[in-house]
C-alpha cells in the first residue's frame, strides 16, 4: 500500500466532486476528465484508504456510511485550503451570499426588494441561485436557502417569513369583459364558472385547496382550465387575461394595489405552510448571513403588515 502522505490532493478534488454530483461523468465535466479517469482516481484512492468511498450502481453513485465522513472531512480541508489562498491574495468570500431561491418567490417578492439590500449593504456580493430543489448544507455552495413548508428542516435554523395566504386573481381587463359592472363586494366564488381556471404543476392543489375553502368546489367541474408548469407562469396568464389564477396574496399585491389585477373575494385562505429562512444551526452565523436574515425578515414583516391591513385583521 503507498503511504497515505502520499495522497495527491487532485484525486480529493475529484473525489470531493464525484460526492457532490453523484455522478462520475458529471465530476469528469467539472475536473476536466474522463468518467473512466474519475473512476480510476477513486479506486486508486480506496485502496490506499483500504475501504469503500462509493456504492457504484450505473451512472449514479452513492457515499458508503465511511465515504460520507470521509468526504466531509476532505470539503472541509478543501474549503480550508482555498480560504487560505483568497486570504493571501486578498480575496476573502467573506463579502460574498450565496442563496437559493425558490423561482416564484424570486421574481414576484425577492427581487423588486433585493435592491434595498444592496443599498444598505453594498460591501456584500450576492450569488443568487433559483431552484425548487433544496440542497444538502454540507455538499453545497450555499449559505442560506428560501424554502417552502411546514417548517421541520431537520438539523437546520428555520425561520418563518410568512405564510401562504391564498387568493384567486384575474387581469382588470377580462373581469369587466365577463361581469361587466357588477360591483366587487357582489361577487361570490360560484362567479368563477364564468372564467377560464389557470393551473399549476408544481402547485396542483391550489384551486381545489381554495374552492373547497370557499364552498364553491364544483365550480372545478363547470369551468375551463389552462395547465402551466408552474405558479410564476400561471400568474403570467392571469395578467395577460387568460383567466383566473389561484395566488399566495404577497406575491400579487403590488399588482392589485396598481389596478393591474383584481382580486374580488373576500374569501383568503391562510395555509399552515409558508416560506422559511434556512440555514444550517450554527451558533455563530457568518456576518453576512446575519445581516440578510435580519433585512429579509424585516421586509417580510413589513409584507404581512400590509397584507393584514387590506383585509381588517
Not at 99 to 127: G, K
Not at 207 to 230: E, R
Amino acid at each position: 500500500m503507498r503511504l497515505l502522505s502520499q495522497v495527491n490532493l487532485n484525486s480529493l478534488k475529484i473525489v470531493e466532486s464525484a460526492a457532490r454530483h453523484r455522478n462520475f461523468t458529471r465530476a469528469g465535466e467539472e475536473q476536466f476528465i474522463t468518467a473512466s479517469a474519475v473512476s480510476q482516481r477513486v479506486k486508486s484512492l480506496e485502496d490506499q484508504l483500504r475501504f469503500k468511498i462509493f456504492l457504484r450502481g450505473g451512472n449514479a453513485v452513492s457515499l458508503t456510511p465511511e465515504g460520507e465522513t470521509y468526504v466531509s472531512r476532505v470539503r472541509e480541508a478543501l474549503e480550508r485550503i482555498v480560504a487560505a489562498s483568497m486570504e493571501a491574495t486578498g480575496q476573502s468570500q467573506e463579502h460574498v451570499l450565496k442563496i437559493s431561491v425558490l423561482p416564484t418567490f424570486a421574481a414576484r417578492w425577492l427581487f423588486p426588494r433585493l435592491p434595498l439590500f444592496q443599498q444598505q449593504y453594498p460591501d456584500i456580493e450576492m450569488h443568487v441561485s433559483t431552484s425548487y430543489a433544496t440542497h444538502e448544507f454540507s455538499t453545497s455552495e450555499f449559505d442560506v436557502e428560501i424554502r417552502y413548508g411546514d417548517g421541520r428542516f431537520p438539523d437546520l435554523s428555520a425561520d418563518l417569513l410568512f405564510k401562504e395566504d391564498l387568493t384567486p386573481v384575474c387581469s382588470r381587463k377580462l373581469f369587466h369583459e365577463i361581469l361587466g359592472d357588477k360591483p366587487l363586494s357582489k361577487v361570490r366564488p360560484q362567479d368563477l364558472r364564468h372564467f377560464t381556471l389557470l393551473h399549476s404543476d408544481t402547485c396542483t392543489q391550489n384551486w381545489q385547496s381554495w374552492l373547497g375553502f370557499a364552498g364553491a368546489s364544483s365550480v372545478l367541474q363547470q369551468t375551463k382550465s389552462i395547465y402551466f408548469d408552474s405558479c410564476m407562469m400561471s400568474y403570467e396568464a392571469a395578467t395577460a387575461g387568460l383567466g383566473f389564477a389561484v395566488a399566495n396574496r404577497a406575491y400579487m399585491a403590488s399588482d392589485i394595489r396598481a389596478e393591474r389585477l383584481v382580486a374580488p373575494f373576500a374569501v383568503h385562505h391562510p395555509n399552515t405552510a409558508g416560506w422559511y429562512f434556512v440555514c444550517p444551526d450554527k451558533t455563530l452565523p457568518a456576518r453576512k448571513v446575519s445581516l440578510f436574515k435580519k433585512w429579509i425578515a424585516a421586509e417580510a414583516a413589513l409584507t404581512q403588515s400590509q397584507l393584514d391591513s387590506e383585509i381588517g385583521y
